[in-house]
């Protein structure tokens, strides 16, 4: 809550004093204008009343003009006071929803990675090895499968499984062929039953899983609006080190590095992106493609740099990066940079083979 707090009360008055500075300031400017006529300076040169009255404000910009400099003051005071008391109510009433989009989401990503880890556990784990499970889930009905099978199949045949074993206990020349038949005969009519509701919920994953997406984008865009502010107001985005509050859970690290950068950029390359090269005619995404299909020929290299992996981890989609240049990339855009699927940090795993390698390569 401290830095919806924080930040709303920082926009908040900064954007209101230059609003009601520069209105209230409107009738200070006038007389201004009409005393520089009526009593002009020593040179007779209008420019030198602005020069010589010249004010600043409290943030540290100029205000040329006497009256307009006082009555530039009262709307500074005026939009400090009101801007940063609705900043802050805005800020804290904001942390309600946005409290809730991330726990919504985090629950979102414990039950889709759990949901992953348990229907790859199934499929490798020796436990279920006489079940009709696939060793390499890849797709959602595949891992659906898999669950459906380590548990609702399980259920179905446990009882018929246990009676199989007693019946192969009395008939020796049986061994494992009935309770074996009982496994697989339960895992499949568990797994047709549960892949089944798994496509019929396949629409309400969708629509949680764009959900998801779309509230992580929106959230980032007023992150990004929020830094812009800092940047363009020379707002400075630090922590106090004397106070009690944590760091970052003032601003953080991430927040701190944006403001930094929209600082170094101009707005017309925040709003449009950079200049391009007259010599590239083809969008990003086919950079990317090209970049990726150099680094496939050459698997050593890092698909976003063109240089040699360094701390080499690998994504759900099976594309291996440089750790800290993949970290990056994702804090900017949260996706790959290959397929442009939605990536997130947590989920890069090291990538030891490519790690040994890049070793014997530059063995």
């Not at 009601?20 to 409107?26: A, D, K, V, Y």
């Not at 006529?37 to 009255?53: K, M």
């Not at 259920?155 to 009676?163: D, L, Q, R, T």
Request: with cysteine; glycine share 8%; net charge neutral.
């Amino acid at each position: 809550m401290y830095t919806h707090i924080t930040k709303g009360f920082t926009i908040g008055q900064t954007l209101t004093r230059r609003i009601l500075r520069t209105i209230i300031g409107i009738p200070g400017a006038i007389i201004d204008a009409g005393v520089a006529v009526l009593y002009p300076s020593e040179s007779g040169q209008y420019a030198d009343y602005w020069n010589e009255c010249g004010l600043k404000y409290a943030d540290g910009s100029n205000v040329n003009g006497v009256c307009r400099g006082v009555t530039g003051y009262v709307g500074d005071i005026a939009g400090a006071a009101i801007g940063g008391i609705v900043g802050s109510v805005v800020g804290g009433v904001c942390y309600i929803p946005d409290a809730l989009g991330r726990t919504v989401c985090w629950v979102h990503d414990k039950v889709h990675d759990g949901f992953d880890k348990v229907a790859n556990a199934i499929g490798n784990r020796e436990f279920f090895k006489n079940l009709p499970v696939i060793r390499q889930p890849v797709y959602y009905l595949e891992k659906a499968w898999n669950v459906s099978v380590g548990t609702l199949g399980v259920a179905i045949a446990s009882p018929f499984y246990a009676v199989s074993k007693a019946i192969e206990y009395f008939i020796p020349p049986l061994k494992t062929k009935l309770s074996d038949s009982a496994l697989k005969v339960g895992g499949i009519v568990g797994g047709v039953i549960g892949t089944v509701a798994s496509a019929i919920a396949w629409p309400v994953k969708h629509i949680c899983n764009k959900a998801v997406s779309l509230f992580r984008s929106f959230r980032d865009k007023v992150r990004s609006a929020a830094a812009f502010v800092y940047a363009k107001t020379n707002e400075n985005p630090s922590n106090d080190a004397r106070s009690c509050i944590p760091p970052e859970s003032v601003h953080s690290t991430e927040f701190r590095e944006r403001v930094t950068r929209y600082k170094n950029s101009t707005t017309a390359e925040l709003l449009c992106g950079p200049l391009r090269a007259p010599d590239l005619h083809e969008p990003l995404m086919n950079n990317n493609q090209q970049a990726a299909a150099q680094a496939n020929d050459e698997p050593w290299l890092d698909p976003i740099l063109l240089q040699p992996l360094e701390d080499p981890v690998i994504d759900p989609h099976g594309h291996t990066f440089s750790r800290s240049s993949i970290s990056r990339w994702i804090r900017e855009h949260h996706d790959c940079p290959v397929n442009r699927q939605a990536l997130r940090e947590d989920q890069l795993i090291p990538n030891r083979i490519a790690e040994d390698l890049v070793r014997m390569r530059i063995a």
